[in-house]
């Protein structure tokens, strides 16, 4: 297609099939905007190369090369007429012509070919705007400004102005914080809080992002803006909200990072206070407290005794072992879990956990049944319930033997003589067998002892206490239930703890923080303070709340720490020497 002169600054290039109406669109445009675009539309084509449309290259400054998917198969097809290649013979006069080659490349057209031709090869490195059909007035305007050609209708107005002559819409924006504005990537304006800022642009879709002048970082992105053809929007931008959203933010970050720091200067501090206080230790004989039978506090400077044959659990390093009296350890810490030694016969032993294997120790570190168990509960009555891999329960003694075999699907610790187990979803009742007579199951109720124990149960996740016959005497309603001492049973309802009698009526309210089981008549508790003390089982305060740590009585005495002293007192609260 001509124009009157005959005369063209931009030369279209483009396959037939795949890039023919892009190319008319843009030639529309072009043409439009003042631009004398060549098009070959009239011979559409096909045939040999007519020479003619060299000299057209000739005159023109711009070379659009249209790039839809697949355009340079017939080019790197050594079976293909070079003389028929339209395309091919026209981008390599142009590069011999040294014209601004620009390459648009359609939707489908990835890269270009390893072996294209080398009277062509050179397109590789030559820039175009990318082509957007959805944001296609963008990629318009961007094209533009890689013309060096200019318009030679309204030659007054500078092509990188564009949107200030064609456009027939105008975006005043509003904002709460001074803010550059950027459409589609590039920035058009600055915004200020005390006037409308006005933006004209042609009806169409664009990207808005507002980006404050104060930070960076305060800055709002809308993807996708459209704006009618004639007529005039108002945009609000609320920046304020975005600051501060951010300040709140980094103000967190640095509470987080104070607490962090607070936190290791407290852990550094507390391992140097244990640091110095087995140093003491090891600088002289420890005096171990015992009471004499009276109940008289006395002092006995022989080190590292067992205070009446018992041992402390003690954690180091994340894992758990046992000490004496005087700190020092007596089985290494290797275990994920241990609880206390408990008083089997003549023996003492302790339930331990390596990476949710459970097993039984002696007093001497060793091993009386291996750590292999899936569960296993304490002993109760010489015997102690165990899971093994597959699932099934059994009971062991305290030699590890198995007494009573794994074929339970649920199974309690013994408690006056018998246990409550599970098969299927038939409940019964199992006595301790006695010699070589195999464990008596009684599934009717049994007339219960004076003052019987109860037994731990639960329903849909919540915990209550059952006679030995399985009725429930005590509703499942508590979300933790430890077993009775002294008396009372240690209850928890929503992290709150306090303590109930065997008739479930709530004997200490169920307020404090932390609670451990009674000894020795007393029981510690932690209150929201965070203090700890010792209550009796009246609920009345025996020692008053004032220590950072509390450890429950034994033999008379119990260990404390309070303001980085650590040592033990006696049942009246009164520190030991």
Not at 438 to 467: C, R
Request: hydrophobic letters at 35%.
């Amino acid at each position: 297609m001509k124009n009157d002169n005959n005369t063209y600054d931009i030369f279209l290039s483009y396959r037939r099939v795949g890039g023919f109406e892009t190319a008319k669109h843009l030639f529309d445009l072009l043409v439009r905007d003042g631009y004398r675009v060549s098009f070959d539309i009239d011979t559409l084509r096909s045939g040999d190369f007519d020479i003619q449309l060299l000299h057209r290259i000739d005159q023109c400054t711009d070379f659009i090369l249209i790039l839809n998917a697949g355009a340079f198969d017939r080019s790197i097809d050594p079976a293909s007429d070079r003389n028929k290649d339209w395309m091919r013979i026209e981008l390599a006069y142009a590069l011999e012509k040294k014209k601004n080659i620009i390459p648009i490349m359609l939707n489908g057209f990835t890269d270009f070919p390893d072996n294209l031709p080398d009277d062509i090869a050179a397109v590789e490195r030559k820039n175009g705007p990318k082509y957007d059909s959805y944001y296609f007035d963008a990629f318009y305007h961007k094209l533009l400004r890689f013309l060096e050609s200019e318009p030679i209708i309204n030659t007054t107005t500078n092509k990188n102005d564009w949107d200030n002559s064609n456009d027939d819409s105008l975006l005043k924006i509003r904002t709460d914080l001074a803010c550059r504005v950027l459409i589609d990537g590039e920035e058009r304006a600055t915004a200020h809080p005390d006037k409308i800022t006005r933006i004209p642009l042609r009806g169409g879709s664009y990207q808005l992002q507002f980006v404050s002048l104060e930070n960076e970082a305060d800055k709002i992105t809308i993807d996708t803006y459209r704006i009618e053809k004639d007529i005039e929007e108002l945009y609000t931008v609320s920046l304020l909200p975005v600051k501060q959203t951010r300040k709140e933010k980094e103000e967190r970050a640095i509470r987080r990072e104070k607490e962090e720091e607070e936190r290791k200067k407290r852990a550094q501090e507390e391992a140097e206070q244990e640091r110095k206080r087995k140093a003491e230790m090891a600088a002289r004989k420890e005096n171990v407290v015992m009471p004499n039978y009276e109940g008289i506090p006395v002092c006995i400077p022989i080190p590292d005794i067992q205070l009446g044959g018992r041992l402390y659990p003690v954690n180091q390093y994340g894992k758990w072992g046992f000490a004496y009296h005087s700190g020092k350890i007596a089985i290494p810490c290797q275990y994920d879990q241990v609880w206390d030694f408990l008083e089997v016969g003549f023996d003492y032993i302790a339930r331990v956990n390596i990476r949710g294997k459970f097993g039984f120790i002696s007093m001497s570190g060793d091993e009386i049944t291996p750590v292999t168990y899936n569960h296993a509960e304490d002993f109760s009555e010489g015997l102690a319930a165990v899971r093994l891999q597959n699932g099934k329960w059994g009971y062991i003694d305290a030699t590890g033997k198995e007494i009573i075999p794994p074929i339970y699907d649920f199974a309690e610790s013994f408690s006056c003589g018998r246990a409550r187990v599970k098969i299927g979803r038939q409940e019964s009742y199992i006595e301790i067998p006695k010699g070589n007579t195999p464990p008596h199951e009684n599934k009717e109720s049994a007339p219960l002892p004076e003052n019987p124990n109860l037994t731990i149960v639960t329903e849909e996740g919540k915990y209550g206490f059952a006679d030995h016959s399985g009725r429930v005497v005590i509703p499942c309603q508590y979300d933790q239930a430890w077993k009775f001492s002294d008396g009372l049973a240690r209850v928890n309802i929503r992290g709150n703890f306090g303590f109930i009698d065997v008739n479930g009526r709530t004997v200490i309210p169920i307020e404090y923080n932390y609670a451990e089981d009674f000894s020795e008549g007393l029981a510690v508790v932690r209150h929201r303070t965070g203090k700890w003390g010792y209550i009796d089982t009246t609920g009345r305060e025996a020692i008053p709340a004032q220590f950072n740590f509390a450890e429950s009585f034994s033999y008379g005495i119990a260990k404390v720490r309070l303001d980085g002293k650590q040592g033990c007192i006696d049942k009246t609260g009164k520190w030991i020497k």
